[in-house]
T-cell receptor
């Protein structure tokens, strides 16, 4: 069974600085996807970034980037130039896509990030 | 834009009541999901459906049932609510685009259920 672990329940960062959120996972699959979701106080889950396991290049979306280490089964999220609007709960998630099952998501425990002015 | 809506943002029920949580999506998605979110546990899958009238158990189906009579609507039912079902419930939907393809899940705003 696949598992996802986020070992940092809470983190804080000063505005404009860089912060890295950690995530490890366990799977015997070779083809899968990894995601970081953001859940602000409004509770609306928003996809931040995704990574396909077969791609060696790390995904980047503006100020958000990942460090994907497939052999180590590690998938960390780096937020550069942190902004107050980045304050949220961040979830790491794993998907093993299967036809007709829509790709079930397995989530980590979450990391609550506070960006301080 | 994909829109997933849930019938209530907050809900308070009594132990033993039958509770219905409704979810509607407007993007003709085949797949719909119900998750439960608890502090320190993240989101856990309760049930999902990949077609009308089709359903499959997720990781924590005990105490819940679901109904999908129309493609756009997926209901979560608590037959006899208990205090340990106090939680945040999130609905999601996604499209099916063939074998081993990526299907982003889009989430609703969540329903915070309190069972007294």
């Amino acid at each position: 069974a696949q598992t996802v672990t986020q070992s940092q329940p809470e983190m804080s960062v000063q505005e404009a600085e860089t912060v890295t959120l950690s995530c490890t996972y366990d799977t015997s699959e070779n083809n899968y996807y990894l995601f970081w979701y953001k859940q602000p106080p409004s509770r609306q889950m928003i996809l931040v970034i995704r990574q396909e396991a077969y791609k060696q290049q790390n995904a980047t979306e503006n100020r958000f980037s990942v460090n994907f280490q497939k052999a180590a089964k590690s998938f960390s999220l780096k937020i550069s130039d942190s902004q107050l609007g980045d304050t949220a709960m961040y979830f790491c998630a794993f998907m093993n896509p299967r036809y007709n099952q829509g790709g079930k998501l397995i989530f980590g425990q979450g990391t609550e990030l506070s960006v301080k002015p | 834009d994909v829109k997933v809506t849930q019938s209530s943002r907050y809900l308070v029920k009594r132990t033993g009541e039958k509770v219905f949580l409704e979810c509607v999506q407007d993007m003709d998605h085949e797949n719909m999901f119900w998750y439960r979110q608890d502090p320190g546990l993240g989101l856990r899958l309760i049930y999902f459906s990949y077609d009308v009238k089709m359903k499959e158990k997720g990781d924590i189906p005990e105490g819940y049932s679901v109904s999908r009579e129309k493609k756009e609507r997926f209901s979560l039912i608590l037959e006899s609510a208990s205090t340990n079902q106090t939680s945040m419930y999130l609905c999601a939907s996604s499209s099916t685009r063939g074998a081993f393809s990526y299907n982003e899940q889009f989430f609703g705003p969540g329903t915070r259920l309190t069972v007294l």
